[in-house]
């Protein structure tokens, strides 16, 4: 192999290619070929790092697993849990609709090697938010049920960003939006007493 731009390549560049490369045509987008031509590197190079395209499938959704994590590890810098939760959705809804990673990860939710990653991130992500709530000071049930309800409406504007972005207001754009997403998460819903 010559000196070249790909003997320079890391397994690390090939699953930050591979994970783009899924959002932009889904899963079944993810092949060696054109991959390698994306980076400028050969099959051999591929081959130096990855038995074959399933491990590089593997590396791929490790990786997207490990940006949940960073994300978390940046927001515990904010000390103040109802400015984290701001910042937090800000950073996921913006990142998760300007690449398609999330949707070609939940198109594909039934893959055998998609599914227990998917799983995982969803479970650690939702432990994250609500332990934001409990922050705030709700009680370990309400804390659980705003972070679902927060879950949802990420996902929401992910799925509309995907099938019909015109429809979706920009968080960063319209402040009215955020505020109305996120203080109704964080403030408590006053219930009229019930008649009898």
């Known amino acids: 192999m010559g000196v070249g731009r790909d003997t320079r390549l890391s397994a690390d560049d090939w699953a930050a290619e591979a994970l783009v490369v899924l959002g932009e045509k889904g899963l079944g987008g993810i092949a060696v070929e054109p991959i390698a031509a994306r980076l400028g590197a050969t099959k051999g190079s591929f081959y130096w790092h990855f038995a ?3 491990a590089l499938v593997e ?27 701001r910042r937090l ?36 992500r939702l432990r994250y938010v609500a332990d934001t709530f409990a922050a705030i ?11 679902v309800l927060a879950y949802t409406a990420y996902l929401g504007h992910v799925q509309l960003a995907s099938t019909a972005p015109d429809e979706l207001a920009d968080p960063m754009a319209d402040p009215d939006y955020f505020e109305l997403v996120v203080n109704g998460l964080i403030h408590p819903v006053r219930h009229a007493p019930h008649d009898r």
């Open 59 to 85: 590396a791929a959704l490790a990786r997207w697993e490990q940006v949940t994590e960073g994300i978390i590890t940046a927001m515990d810098e904010e000390p103040d849990p109802q400015q984290r939760l």
């Open 137 to 147: 000071g709700f009680d370990e049930r309400a804390a659980r049920q705003r972070a």
């Open 52 to 54: 074959n395209r399933d």
């Open 89 to 124: 959705f800000r950073q996921v809804v913006t990142g998760a609709t300007s690449n398609g990673v999330e949707i070609g990860l939940l198109g594909n939710a039934d893959d055998p090697r998609v599914a227990p990653v998917l799983r995982r991130v969803t479970q650690r």
